[in-house]
Nanobody, 123 residues
Framework: QVDLVESGGGLVQPGDSLRLSCVGS????????MAWFRQAPGKEREFVGG???????FNVDSWEGRFVASRDNAKKTVYLQMNNLKPEDTAVYYC?????????????????WGQGTQVTVSS
């Protein structure tokens, strides 16, 4: 089991950048794929960006390269760099982990979740 704690959320203006952090604990965190999801009110949880256990990031095309995940295994931390934020990016952002090093983009594939951090994009 992995415990995850997110931080770095807040209120930003459209066009701003923000970096979220997620600190993990557990013996196998280094062997886990890590990902970021988000959930807005009334919407389903959706994949934002992830990073394999070997450090290679993986994304989906719909984000236009605005969201990039990375990790520092020495610090047991995964990051989400978010650029050119838009009001529709407003959501609670969650960190997730699965003891499988590959690229997983569906919520049901992940075993452990953090409590989430709120990101609000508004002028």
């Amino acid at each position: 089991q992995v415990d995850l704690v997110e931080s770095g959320g807040g209120l930003v203006q459209p066009g701003d950048s923000l970096r979220l952090s997620c600190v993990g604990s557990g013996r196998f965190i280094h062997a886990s794929a890590m990902a970021w999801f988000r959930q807005a009110p009334g919407k389903e949880r959706e994949f934002v960006g992830g990073v394999k256990s070997d450090g290679e990031p993986f994304n989906v095309d719909s984000w236009e390269g605005r969201f990039v995940a990375s990790r520092d295994n020495a610090k047991k931390t995964v990051y989400l760099q978010m650029n050119n934020l838009k009001p529709e990016d407003t959501a609670v952002y969650y960190c997730a982990a699965v003891l499988s090093g590959g690229a997983h983009i569906w919520p049901h594939e992940y075993e452990d979740w953090g409590q989430g951090t709120q990101v609000t994009v508004s002028s």
